[in-house]
């Protein structure tokens, strides 16, 4: 797989610069770019996952195609048909970009648990419930809850997102587009976490991001990665007990092991720790959409 630290390497300059994508704001439509970049504890690492952008965009591209009939903004993920001058680099930007409609982002992210772990499980640690919903006792971290959870939160420009609750996402976004929201994440969730098991893979939560394109409610951004969800092989889930995840785990245990305060400049990781995080990611798309992966096996 090739690498991409960042766009500026090929001589492009990008309009907005995310923690790993890269947005070109083309009037009416957006090109994204997922680079190689990766990031733990808000820390940019200096070095990139080889091929991890592509790994993430082929997931998003398997998943959009596997909701076929949910909205989504995506135009086109050939390079070769991409605006100039974006088409003169298709061997760099294949598998790792999207062209897409441009969209009014809703100012809330829709998040769906189906286990209880993450900021949830700190949450009920605090007061038995998440996000407004009230728990039973006595539950176990990574325990399945008796039913999924939507609990939104806000979109930090900077720092982390704050969850909220129901009634605060009414108020952000009105009552018919906030139950529209939770109708809509919960259906994909479910959707996705049954293909999944199917696969022997739980998926213990995840979040959406939505938009309106023409009016119309819109799923947006990436979808159902090892990014934005925690997958865990069935198998291994034992509750009460943290399951290895397919995701930048590696890197986080890594990294604890090393004399560092979190902060910028991030310190160098050994090669081995990079493409064993990169394999980590490529294993779940193979177990979730392994058609998907042979499709795009010239650049995975």
Not at 62 to 75: E, G, R, V
Not at 192 to 221: H, M, P, Q, R, S
Request: charged share 25%; with cysteine.
């Amino acid at each position: 797989m090739q690498s991409l630290k960042s766009t500026t390497d090929l001589g492009l300059n990008p309009d907005f610069k995310g923690k790993v994508r890269e947005i070109f704001d083309l009037g009416e439509t957006l090109l994204i770019v997922a680079t190689d970049r990766i990031s733990a504890f808000d820390v940019v690492m200096d070095q990139v996952v080889p091929g991890r952008g592509i790994i993430l965009s082929v997931m998003t591209l398997a998943w959009l195609d596997y909701f076929k009939d949910i909205p989504n903004h995506l135009i086109t993920a050939e390079a070769d048909l991409f605006p100039a001058p974006f088409c003169d680099f298709k061997s760099e930007l294949a598998g790792r970009s999207m062209l897409v409609s441009k969209a009014d982002a809703m100012p809330v992210e829709c998040i769906a648990r189906g286990y209880i772990t993450g900021s949830g499980w700190k949450s009920y640690l605090n007061d038995g419930s998440i996000c407004g919903h009230q728990l039973p006792e006595n539950l176990l971290k990574s325990q399945r809850l008796d039913y999924p959870l939507y609990t939104p939160s806000t979109k930090a420009v900077e720092g982390h997102d704050e969850n909220i609750s129901f009634a605060e996402t009414v108020e952000l976004v009105g009552q018919e587009d906030a139950d529209a929201l939770k109708e809509i994440t919960m259906r994909l969730y479910s959707t996705a976490a049954e293909y999944a098991a199917g696969k022997g893979v739980l998926i213990a939560d995840t979040k959406f991001e939505f938009g309106k394109v023409n009016g119309v409610l819109t799923l947006i951004d990436e979808v159902l990665t090892p990014d934005s969800s925690r997958f865990w092989p069935a198998a291994e889930h034992v509750p009460g007990q943290e399951p290895p995840s397919w995701d930048k785990q590696i890197l986080r245990n890594y990294l604890e092991t090393l004399d560092w305060n979190h902060d910028y400049p991030a310190p160098t990781i050994d090669n081995e720790i990079l493409v064993a995080t990169s394999d980590r990611y490529l294993e779940v798309l193979n177990i979730l959409f392994p058609d998907f992966a042979e499709t795009w096996k010239e650049v995975l």
